[in-house]
């Protein structure tokens, strides 16, 4: 079974500094998707960043990238120039190709004036 | 882009009663749509994937006749909570995939409290 571990329940972060959260994941499937969602308050599943497996290149959006080590299963998130709307809860995920999605612990960040 | 919502966003019930909780694709059409728990403070658990014009696969641990999921059209989903108790209060996120794109979006959720 697949599994996704996130090792820091909170992470706090100046506004305008950077910040990095940890992923990994255990699998024996080659082909897969990983995923960083944001889910603020409201509670809604908001997409962050994804990567395919097979794409070497990490995943960049805006002040969002991932730093992808296929050999190591590890996938972090860093997150330039935060801002306080960055402030949430960031859940690192898997799919495999039939769809089967499964969730890390989560990570609560804050990010301080 | 591509829109899932859930009705109603948030219930009240009583013990005992069943409470019926829709997942609906509004632009696409969702031939598999996951449900998903969430308790306070932890993170996303699957109960259960369905499949249009299918049964429902639960995961381990899920009681299928305690919560039922019919995934009657290629746009619409339900779970209802059976004879609901004070500890099926929880945060219920549906999952729907894009048939065509291969595409995956979450609904809002749907927060239950059972008195």
């Known amino acids: 079974a697949q599994t996704v571990t996130q090792s820091q329940p909170e992470m706090s972060v100046q506004e305008a500094e950077t910040v990095t959260l940890s992923c990994t994941y255990d699998?024996?499937?080659?082909?897969?998707?990983l995923f960083w969602y944001k889910q603020p308050p409201s509670r809604q599943m908001i997409l962050v960043i994804r990567?395919?497996?097979?794409?070497?290149q990490n995943a960049t959006e805006n002040r969002f990238s991932v730093n992808f080590q296929k050999a190591a299963k590890s996938f972090s998130l860093k997150i330039s120039d935060s801002q306080l709307g960055d402030a949430a809860m960031y859940f690192c995920?898997?799919?495999?190709?039939?769809?089967?999605?499964?969730f890390g612990a989560g990570t609560r960040l804050t990010v301080k004036p | 882009g591509a829109v899932v919502s859930q009705h109603p966003s948030r219930v009240i019930c009583k013990s005992g009663t069943s409470v019926k909780i829709e997942c609906r694709s509004l632009?696409?059409?969702?031939?598999?749509m996951f449900w998903y728990r969430q308790f306070p403070k932890q993170s996303l658990m699957l109960m259960a994937t369905s499949n249009e014009g299918s049964k429902a696969t639960y995961e381990q641990g899920v009681e299928k006749d305690k919560f039922l999921i019919n995934h009657a059209s290629l746009t619409l989903s339900t779970l209802t909570v059976t004879s609901a108790h004070p500890e099926d209060s929880s945060f219920y996120i549906c999952?729907?995939?894009?048939?065509?794109?291969?595409?995956?979006?979450f609904g809002p959720g749907t927060r239950l409290t059972v008195l």
């Open positions: 999952r729907a995939r894009d048939y065509l794109y291969n595409e995956q979006f």
């Open positions: 699998t024996s499937e080659s082909d897969y998707y």
């Open positions: 990567q395919e497996a097979y794409k070497q």
């Open positions: 632009d696409f059409q969702a031939t598999t």
């Open positions: 995920a898997y799919r495999t190709h039939n769809n089967d999605m499964r």
